[in-house]
């Protein structure tokens, strides 16, 4: 909860009191800090992925070789061609 008041804060301090000579400045810096963050997270986030069960990889992996199966079975012609 501190660190979203102190958020909040630096935004309105942004919003109302920053220079307009420096806010290009501020600018590129925040947005080097927002993409560093999001990478972080997705790192985060693929480190907890691989913490799951297996069998949550098998059952995946089983549904989606299921769903190939259903392709190869919806292509299947279904009239029977007479043989000569």
Do not use: H, N, W
């Amino acid at each position: 909860m501190v660190y979203f008041i102190l958020g909040i804060l630096i935004l309105l301090f942004y919003l109302f009191m920053t220079p307009k000579s420096i806010r290009g400045t501020l600018d590129s810096v925040v947005l080097v800090i927002l993409i560093v963050s999001i990478i972080v997270l997705t790192c985060l986030a693929v480190f907890q992925i691989f913490q799951l069960p297996s069998e949550f990889f098998v059952g995946a992996l089983l549904a989606f070789v299921g769903y190939l199966a259903l392709v190869d079975i919806s292509r299947l012609p279904t009239e029977l061609k007479k043989r000569k």
